[in-house]
């Protein structure tokens, strides 16, 4: 078994765990289950991708996205590591190719749609193949009382009693209150598992509520103020994500819509100019975005209120994932209630699998998540940040000073609101500050080298990592590894273009 701060260091370019990953990640080494709730951006793939990479065998990652896998696996690669997915994305010939590789073991993680588990083919595969570790992400998905509830989680208990050796079983998820996590330990059958909640806060995202006389009129203002971020707006219906693409794209804004009445194939397409930075705004319902990894979203605008603060914390959390400042921002009115009602009678009433009684309970528990949604969306005097807290049972100060509630922002008004983004400045170890134009010379170096290998930016280095490369600005490869997020892999595989660009820009300038 390698040591675990080596892995770190040789693929992610870490020198140190965030908090709970090293606790979690020896409880799995241990031959411990876990179920660990973590909010999104807190580094949720280390925890199982390290104890993959320490153990003998392979690691079997359930996830419910096309998108996610294709992600987690792109990076894998990047970093060294071998990884594939098997889900529908792949043709029959590419599935069974895939499915031998993993069976002659060329992979050491292997992410898995959970509608793929119980296939003759990788029930076939799995028998035989040495499963270390089976990793569950999005678990709330197993509970009916959880917000994506699917029911194609609730096979993952056959499949591992399917296996000649039960692996390791680890779930995680960003959202869960008690009754969800108790769901998934039960559904899953965990065995006494190591149970961790590393804290909903997440600093970096400023939280606010304005109610605007015309929402439209106001994401245009807004959107204009900040033409150079990234961001997603969430609506609720497919026809208000139509309409309001097109208002944008007439109001000379580049922005792409992504609903589940479109064609798989256009969901994709615009998926991937979104994560590719080919576009900046992706206007979407919810069918958007669960394992989305692009970590430079400067903001989430919601047009509507969600139905529960679950949804919300899950949705406005794909903002800021690299730990720099963004924008969550609720655009309320009255009618979301209402429109709320309708859509959470509707989903009851349409789930046939439910019983009388247990529809009663459900709407009983949902009209209440709704109440608290709507005390968030229209509190004056109690801070959004502790509202949210509170509400997944954590303490938090009186005032957060980052939310619009704290700083006294009239929600009624919003003549104030359309200030830029804030940045957060970014310092090296050493307390120097970024060279900007060096930066957006290495910014543009990345771009040719993503586009070369079609991968998005951010899977080369994240702004982050460029950041600090042009405040140190490293003069060979020793100082560029010393820098946090290069690892071995990568720096064989950039250090040597990224560092001629430095020393030419260095000579140049003089500095």
Known sequence: MTDIYSILKEYYGYHSFRAGQEEIINSILGNRDVLAIMPTGAGKSVCYQVPALALDGITIVVSPLISLMQ????????????????????????????????????????????????????????KNARISLLAIDEAHCISQWGHEFRPSYTKISDFIELLPCRPTVAAFTATATKPVKRDIAEKLKLISPFELTTGFDRPNLHFAVYKPLSKESWIINYIKRNADESGIIYCSSRKIVENLCRSLNENNISALPYHAGMTDEARTK????????????????????????????????????????????????????????????????????????????????????????????????????????????????????????????ESSPEHCNNCSVCENR??????????????????????????????????????????????????????????????????????????????DSKLKRYGSIFLAEIKKYVDEKSV
């Open 71 to 126: 992600d987690q696996v792109r990076s894998l690669i990047e970093m060294g590591v071998r990884g594939a997915y098997l889900n529908s994305s792949l043709t029959p010939r590419q599935l069974a190719l895939a499915t031998e590789r993993a069976k002659a073991g060329t992979y050491k993680i292997i992410y898995v749609a959970p509608e793929r588990l119980l296939t003759e083919s990788f029930i076939d595969f799995a």
């Open 270 to 393: 615009n998926q991937e100019d979104f994560i590719y930075d080919r576009v900046k705004i992706i206007i979407a319902t919810s069918a958007f975005g669960m394992g989305i990894n692009k970590p430079n979203v400067r903001f989430v605008i919601h047009y509507h209120m969600p139905r529960n603060i679950e949804q919300y914390y899950q949705e406005a959390g794909r903002a800021g994932r690299d730990g720099e400042r963004a924008e969550c921002i609720l655009l309320y009115s009255g009618a979301d209630v209402s429109l709320n009602k309708f859509m959470i009678n509707k989903s009851i009433e349409d789930n046939e699998s439910l019983t009388d009684e247990e529809k009663q309970a459900f709407l009983e528990e949902e009209l209440e998540k709704l109440k608290i949604m709507t005390f968030y969306s229209t509190s004056k005097k109690v801070c959004l940040r502790k509202r949210m807290l509170n509400y997944f049972g």
């Open 410 to 487: 009239d929600s009624e008004s919003y003549s104030d609101i359309f200030m830029p983004i804030r940045k957060t400045e970014i310092y090296s170890k050493d307390g120097k500050t970024p060279d900007k134009e060096l930066f957006e010379r290495l910014k543009l170096l990345r771009k040719n080298i993503a586009l070369r290998q079609s991968v998005p930016a951010y899977v080369v280095f994240s702004d982050a990592v460029l950041r600090e490369i042009s405040a140190v600005k490293p003069k060979n490869e020793r100082e560029l590894l010393s820098i946090n997020g290069i690892g």
